[in-house]
């Protein structure tokens, strides 16, 4: 992940009903969620939700998939990682280090 993806991720996900969206289908998994699916379990409107997850698709957060007359999003996994590894990414100087629940061992 470069510079410019790692802001237009972090900024679709500086929204409350975006990244509760984004944390719900990655519980869901590989099957992910239809829109009407996700929109009520987060109490939400369905326009609403479809503006939302729009911003997601554009940041490559989650795909979509076209199933018969469903919509299917999904959280893409690899992208969260790149994400994740980009903010870690310089962590310890550089150095290679083991994450832990407090944080880098290594710092």
Do not use: W
């Not at 500086?14 to 990244?19: D, E, G, I, K, W």
């Amino acid at each position: 992940m470069n510079e410019d993806q790692t802001v237009s991720a972090l900024g679709a996900l500086a929204h409350a009903q975006r990244l509760r969206a984004f944390r719900a289908l990655v519980v869901a998994g590989p099957a992910g969620l239809t829109p009407s699916v996700l929109a009520d379990q987060l109490g939400l409107a369905r326009n609403a939700l479809s503006f939302h997850l729009k911003e997601l698709a554009r940041a490559d957060l989650v795909t979509v998939e076209q199933q018969g007359r469903n919509l299917i999003y999904r959280a893409d996994y690899a992208r969260m990682t790149g994400l994740l590894g980009y903010l870690t990414e310089h962590c310890c100087q550089g150095a290679p280090c083991e994450l832990t629940d407090g944080g880098c061992a290594a710092c």
